[in-house]
């Protein structure tokens, strides 16, 4: 599959050229004000951009609109489908499409987790069109992206609180930037480029396990003979039908106005990567999570399965999704660009100070927000970040806060100088090196001009981790706005904040090996909070400090935070429930009876060998008989032990701390046993088939 990038993007997109074409010109500049700055939408506006859409459309071969949310810890989202159809007339029908249906929509908003913000008794929600995503047509759908509350008008999805983050750290910033002497600035934005990891499998293996199916990780397997240690799948060539798939991916995407740039092998086996650019990070929620949708269904459509995830297989790197994040003013100044002499740039290192407090004062927040189920057997497994929020500066920056924090004088601070890389070969060029090496066991991390967050889950959406990220910078803007504005002595007062702000959370600062067992010791001798799972990170949510942050800023009032800690305890709760029942039903159906097959087929042939001679040494199958019988009768109490103690479970708590361990005592025996069991008898695909069998 060839395509002419230039050519096809964008084309089912409701966007500003199509706009130009088919709107009246004050329709179209009162659009574009609307996108850029907000403002009221009236009907009548609604009413003639509904009926160039729906025209649009319906030359896309459209015969259906959607209004698209994204319901709370529903990453891949919501639609429901109308249709065109007016009520006949003479036998006659016409496509109707108002601007009201395009402005609202209104679905049950009690069957979506709500926390208790809404009953069953109390199902009114509403969806509201955002105006600054544009619409597009997707699978013959005009499909609308919208925000999502309930009838009090709590917000139930991941894009209003993200859309009021995006106002907060806009006001907040251009307020801070104009203390720097930056009067243009009218608007602060937040970037992100998602980076979404993947498996792929092949889709008739993928159905014939019922774990991937229901829970989309394996509950059971063996290590295959394989897996990433000799370090030759990341980069390597694609597989001809992976690479078909990437290509039908890409193309779609580009179509759809999505900016995927980079794809390629990751580390271990039948693991991939997409990237895009950056993007506003209310434009990048959408494209993630069309990213997440096009992947999964295209995958089907190759005879394929994508995994999202984020510890489809034990034993391999887990799948993750790192959120690269930066701030900067509409005039084109990068927040986080260190400039060429960053120990004299006084508007960075106070943004870097300001960093430094909100994410020490947050980190439990971050910990939650970027997490669910799936990530609790990613963090700290030397595959990802750890769990401990620390913030990587790199040698450049690293080097002037550390001497900060030491207190050297401002106009001393040092400034190591980037040298260009000359890798010594007259055919090869001089290579400009960033100011910053790259530490992939940081949580967050600075690259040169941006920050990564890498701690994010690959199946979640993005919008609560830069929803905090957005709201936490706003947070510590403002208050060095406070301290900062109307000083006598603007920088004086300025250097002395950066000092004292950094002294303060220069334990947040980590430039080692977050691998190391010293940094989890060192982490501890911190105060740095550890936090294993999920669960012990949730009730972060409803905190003193999440609360007073949110509310004084306008992102979420204390009862939609109270919903959110509970809907993620229900989800912890929920999601291992169908694991552990899954691995329940798989033993009782699957393994059990197929490994007493295999024992009687071993007993049947001890038994015929000593009838033809009695005196043939017949140890090995004894031996293989004892280990198997004695595995399987584990297996059967373990089983048992897991029912019993699922069935009790009621908490995310209970689920987190008797359910896991207990699933775990399950898989040890049907692991073993597999590598003792001969493939006839087996009844899934094993890793080595399902990784390496694409």
Known sequence: MSVNVAEVFGQDVFNEAVMKERLPEVTYKQMLKLMEDGGEITLEL????????????????????????????????????????????????????????????????????????????????????????????????????????????????????LLKSVDAVSKAGVRFVKMFG??????????????????????????????????????????????????????????????????????????LGITVKTQHNEVAPAQHEIAPIFAPSDAALDSNYLVMDVL????????????????????????????NWSLGTDDGVNLFKPGKEPNKNLQFLCVLACLMEAVKKHSLLLRAAASNAGNDHRLGANEAPPAI??????????????????????????????????????????IPKDPTDRNRTSPFAFTGNRFEFRMVASSVSIGDANTVMNSMMAEAFNKACDVLEGAEDFEKAAVDYIYKT?????????????????????????????????????????????????????????????????????????????????????????????????????ASSMSTVKSACPSADTSAQEAILM?????????????????KITDEAETAKDYHEKVLPAMAKLRTPVDKLETIVDREFWPVPTYGELMFEV
């Open 627 to 643: 280990e198997s019988s004695a595995l399987l009768a584990e297996t059967q109490k373990a089983m048992e032990d897991l029912k």
């Open 502 to 602: 950094m002294k303060e959370n220069k334990d947040i600062v980590f430039n080692g090996n977050g691998y190391s067992d010293e940094w989890v010791e060192e982490a501890a001798r911190r105060g740095l909070p550890n936090v294993k799972s999920v669960v012990d990170a949730i009730p972060a949510y409803v905190s003193d400090s999440t609360v007073e942050m949110f509310e004084k800023l306008g992102v979420m009032t204390r009862r939609e935070l109270e919903a959110r800690k509970e809907i993620k305890l229900d989800e912890y709760a929920g999601l291992i429930n169908i694991e552990a029942r899954t691995m329940v039903d798989m033993a009782a159906k699957l393994y059990i009876p197929s490994v007493i097959s295999f024992v009687n087929r071993v």
């Open 182 to 255: 930056n009067d243009k600035a009218k608007k602060v934005r937040s970037y992100v480029g998602p980076e979404q990891e993947y498996f792929i499998v092949s889709r008739e293996k993928y159905l014939e396990r019922p774990d991937l199916i229901y829970a989309g990780r394996t509950l059971f397997g063996a290590p295959a003979p394989k897996g990433q240690e000799m370090e030759d799948q990341y980069f390597g060539p694609l597989k001809t039908n992976v690479a078909d798939f990437m290509a039908d991916v890409d193309e779609q995407l580009w179509k």
């Open 46 to 161: 609604a009413d003639i951009v509904a009926k160039a859409m729906k025209e649009w459309a319906i030359e896309k071969g459209a015969t259906h609109y959607t209004h698209i949310f994204q319901p709370y810890i529903v990453s891949i989202g919501a639609e429901k489908h109308d249709s065109f159809a007016d009520i006949p007339q003479g036998g006659k029908i016409e496509n109707s499409f108002s601007g009201k249906d395009l402005m609202m929509g209104e679905p049950d908003a009690s069957s979506f987790p709500s926390g208790g913000l809404r009953a069953t008794c109390s199902a009114r929600g509403y969806t509201a069109w955002d105006v600054g995503s544009p619409a597009y047509v997707k699978d013959g759908i005009l499909c609308i992206p919208t925000a999502f509350c309930s009838y009090t008008g709590d917000s139930l999805d991941t894009k209003t609180p």
């Open 389 to 430: 929020i620390s913030i990587y500066m790199g040698d450049q920056v690293g080097e002037i806060v550390d001497a900060i924090v030491n207190g050297v004088p401002f106009d001393e601070l040092p400034c190591a100088k980037v040298e260009p890389l000359d890798l010594g070969v007259s055919t090869l060029p001089v």
């Open 296 to 323: 999964k269904s295209t995958a089907t459509k190759h005879g394929l399965a994508c995994l999202l995830n984020e510890k489809p297989f034990a034993g391999v790197n887990g799948s993750g999704k790192h959120n």
